[in-house]
C-alpha cells in the first residue's frame, strides 16, 4: 500500500511539473522561417528573441481563455497535491481520498478545455513561417491531461488501510 501511495504521489509530482513547464515554455507550436526556427506559446513568440504574440482579435479571448485554464490546472493540481498530503494524516483507516480525486478532476477538466480550444484555433497558425508542427509545451499538455485523469480516478478508488 505504501508503494502505491508513493508511486501516485511521484507522478501528482511530475504532473505539477510538466502542468508548470508546459504553460510557461513558448514552445506549444514551432515552425521554420527563412530567418530560423519560430516558436509560439501561450505567452510569446519567439525566433531569436521574444517578443509580444500577434494574435488577431478575434482570437484573443481564445488565447486568453487557453491561458486561464492553464494556470487554473496548476492550481487545482498543487492544491490537489496538498490535500492528498493533509488526508493521508488525518484521515481515518478505510476512508477514501474524495475531495483529492473531485480536486483533481476539476484539474483535468481546466487540461481539457484548455489544450481543446488551443488546437481548435491556433494548431497550424505559427507567424512568419511556412511550415509549422506541435512543439514539446503541447504534448507535455495532453499527457497531463492523461496523468490527471488516471491520478484523479486513482485517488477517487483508493483507499487509506
Do not use: D
Not at 84 to 100: A, C, N, S
Amino acid at each position: 500500500m505504501l508503494v502505491l501511495l508513493a508511486g501516485i504521489f511521484v507522478v501528482h509530482i511530475a504532473t505539477v511539473i510538466m502542468l508548470f513547464v508546459s504553460t510557461i515554455a513558448n514552445v506549444w507550436m514551432v515552425g521554420s522561417s527563412n530567418l530560423g526556427n519560430v516558436s509560439t506559446g501561450l505567452w510569446l513568440m519567439c525566433n531569436k528573441t521574444c517578443e509580444q504574440l500577434p494574435v488577431s482579435s478575434s482570437n484573443e479571448a481564445s488565447l486568453k481563455a487557453v491561458q486561464a485554464f492553464m494556470i487554473l490546472s496548476i492550481i487545482f493540481s498543487v492544491i490537489a497535491l496538498v490535500m492528498f498530503i493533509v488526508q493521508l494524516f488525518t484521515l481515518e483507516k478505510g476512508k477514501r481520498f474524495y475531495i483529492t480525486g473531485a480536486i483533481m478532476l476539476v484539474c483535468w477538466m481546466c487540461i481539457l478545455i484548455g489544450v481543446s480550444i488551443y488546437t481548435a484555433r491556433f494548431t497550424g497558425r505559427v507567424p512568419y513561417s511556412t511550415s509549422s508542427h506541435h512543439g514539446y509545451c503541447f504534448i507535455l499538455a495532453w499527457i497531463c491531461f492523461c496523468f490527471s485523469f488516471i491520478i484523479s480516478i486513482l485517488y477517487l478508488v483508493l483507499r487509506k488501510k
